[in-house]
């Protein structure tokens, strides 16, 4: 019974992720793309990967104890470290490491 | 030429191999923890194939949430995706028989491969981008799976490894932000999210933060210099 839950869940899951995917294409896919939609594939990616940014952060707390400190310090990390070397795979470790090491230590 | 865009691919996609295969085992072992094991971990990763949603799935499993309830947060979690479609259906056009993979496997990183690369060739493109995303989906499945296995026999405490997440999408975005000089857009999604955040809370702030950056940009239309 578990199982069966688990694995409905999955496909539901799997379901509507694949929905979302492919409604655009299905909708707009055959039409030749207008302006506007080509506008939106330009500017769209900068907004929603900020958004994406604050949705990994949305659980942080300012106003009790660490204040959200390890996240905004390894935040920094991340930025800098990208701007230094802009390099993916060092900015990733060092904010993670950072993040590990920090919520240890307070 | 075919040996070429593979190299090229998997060259390109390093990042995201080592982004995917860190965060793959984080969900693995997280998924393990909640008693659910390899064979769940593989199932979610090759069909779901979504990373937010999967660490999200864990929490709705072990929580047992309904059906419909699995259903709407994954429609809110991963709305975002209609995004990423809308940008990709000049580029995804006429790619054939590779086109429903395409369209399946396009993730957060996958997507910000893509969205830059400007094959001319149009046969050429649509195989680099699909190769693309079976690499990137491998390396998701061969994480998850490899957390799964290992997560229980890792001798240290591996708390705090999700913030990898955190760090990816941190990276893609500053990476955004060095690559172009034009940063209303960028802002604007900073500020409506942040500002959707404080006023509808963290469970329901991502489908006002959308409507707002959808009408924000159409208003800004014609007024802020084209991104290129």
């Known amino acids: 019974m578990n199982n069966t839950y688990a694995l409905c869940a999955i496909l539901t899951m799997a379901l509507v992720t694949a929905l979302l995917r492919f409604f655009p294409f299905v909708v707009m896919g055959k039409k030749k793309t207008p302006p506007f939609v080509e506008y939106l594939g330009k500017m769209l990616p900068y907004a929603v990967m900020a958004m994406l940014v604050v949705y990994c952060l949305k659980g942080i707390n300012f106003t009790a104890f660490p204040f959200a400190l390890p996240e905004i310090i390894s935040v920094g990390v991340v930025v800098l470290m990208h701007v230094w070397k802009r390099n993916t795979l060092l900015s990733i470790i060092a904010g993670t490491v950072c993040y590990m090491i920090i919520i240890r230590l307070i | ?228």
């Not at chain 2, 479609?85 to 395409?102: E, Q």
């Open chain 2, 1 to 228: 030429m075919k040996n070429k865009l593979i190299k090229r691919a998997f060259l390109d996609t390093l990042p995201v191999m080592s982004g995917y295969i860190v965060l793959g085992i984080g969900f693995g072992i997280v998924l393990e923890k909640n008693g659910y094991g390899v064979w769940w971990a593989l199932l979610m990763s090759t069909l779901i194939y979504a990373g937010s949603m999967q660490y999200a799935g864990i929490e709705l499993l072990v929580s047992a949430a309904s059906l419909p309830a699995v259903a709407l947060t994954t429609l809110m979690v991963n709305a975002r995706h209609l995004f990423y479609g809308i940008s990709m259906i000049d580029k995804y056009k006429n790619a054939g028989i590779k086109k429903p993979y395409m369209i399946f496997a396009l993730t957060d990183e996958t997507y910000s491969l893509v969205c830059s690369e400007k094959y001319e060739n149009e046969k050429d493109r649509h195989f680099y981008f699909f190769i693309v995303s079976l690499f990137d989906q491998i390396y998701w499945v061969t994480g998850s799976v490899a957390g799964s296995l290992i997560g229980s026999a890792i001798p240290f405490d591996t708390n705090g490894i999700e913030f990898s997440m955190t760090a990816l999408f941190v990276t893609v975005f500053v990476e955004q932000w060095l690559s172009t000089k034009n940063h209303a857009s960028a802002v604007l999604g900073l500020v409506a999210s942040a500002l959707c955040l404080v006023i509808f809370g963290q469970d329901s702030f991502l489908i006002p933060s959308m409507v707002i950056i959808l009408v924000s940009l159409t208003l800004m239309r014609g007024k802020v210099k084209d991104y290129e």
